[in-house]
Nanobody
Framework: VQLVESGGGLVQAGGSLRLSCAAS????????IGWFRQVPGKEREGLIY????????YVADSVKGRFTASRDSSKSTVYLEMNSLKPEDTAVYYC????????????????????????WGQGTQVTVSS
């Protein structure tokens, strides 16, 4: 399983960025994909979880209405569209993958966390200037 993020960079507050997560080495449609971010000294924060096929996305309150994620199965890629960026969105952004059955199990138990995702990309830095 390999995940490669791209698209990070420096943007002014109020601007937009689109991150990409290119997946390889596994059946893309059989895995749920999550977007996370981490600031030094803080825990990794789950932003959006995309189920493998049908189902509802989880979207964290901190990004609801500003961030959306989409899957392109033809390219085995997941995108994170980030709008109305704020300085507090500055972080390293990661995508992660977990088998659909594991994601469904975690959902049924009521709490999906970063520990439920076993494969991670290297991360991409997003910096939002004020």
């Amino acid at each position: 399983v390999q995940l490669v993020e791209s698209g990070g960079g420096l943007v002014q507050a109020g601007g937009s960025l689109r991150l990409s997560c290119a997946a390889s080495g596994f059946r893309f449609d059989d895995y749920a994909i999550g977007w996370f971010r981490q600031v030094p000294g803080k825990e990794r924060e789950g932003l959006i979880y995309k189920p493998s096929r049908d189902g509802y996305d989880y979207v964290a309150d901190s990004v609801k209405g500003r961030f959306t994620a989409s899957r392109d199965s033809s390219k085995s890629t997941v995108y994170l569209e980030m709008n109305s960026l704020k300085p507090e969105d500055t972080a390293v952004y990661y995508c992660a993958a977990t088998p659909a059955w594991a994601f469904t199990t975690a959902q049924a138990m009521g709490d999906v966390t970063s520990a439920d995702f076993g494969s991670w990309g290297q991360g991409t830095q997003v910096t939002v200037s004020s």
